[in-house]
């Protein structure tokens, strides 16, 4: 059994897959949000008043979610697979 950087091949390649497989779902996540903050610049056009509100503060929670999974996909980077 070849070992690299004293771990078994296998469980170097499982890792390696499951750090990707993580790194994959928050991209898809981070496409969503894009997608949902733009829909929702849209919906802020066409409301006013009090449901204008509402939108904003909805468009401002999209706001932060995405900067966390900026976070998160920057902790993702630096896993080392095992």
Same mark, same amino acid.
């Given at each position: 059994?070849? #070992?690299?950087?004293?771990?078994?091949?296998?469980? !170097? !390649?499982?890792?390696? &897959?499951?750090?990707?497989?993580? &790194? #994959?779902?928050?991209?898809?996540?981070?496409?969503?949000?894009?997608?949902?903050? #733009?829909?929702?610049?849209?919906?802020?056009?066409?409301?006013?008043?009090?449901?204008?509100?509402?939108?904003?503060?909805?468009?401002?929670?999209?706001?932060?979610?995405?900067?966390?999974?900026?976070?998160?996909? !920057?902790?993702?980077?630096?896993?080392?697979?095992?």
């Amino acid at each position: 059994m070849h #070992e690299i950087e004293g771990m078994p091949e296998k469980e !170097r !390649r499982d890792g390696e &897959r499951r750090a990707s497989e993580k &790194r #994959e779902m928050a991209s898809e996540l981070d496409e969503l949000l894009h997608l949902a903050q #733009e829909i929702g610049g849209r919906l802020a056009n066409g409301v006013h008043g009090d449901a204008y509100d509402d939108v904003r503060r909805l468009n401002e929670l999209l706001h932060e979610a995405r900067n966390q999974l900026t976070v998160v996909q !920057r902790n993702l980077a630096m896993i080392k697979p095992g």
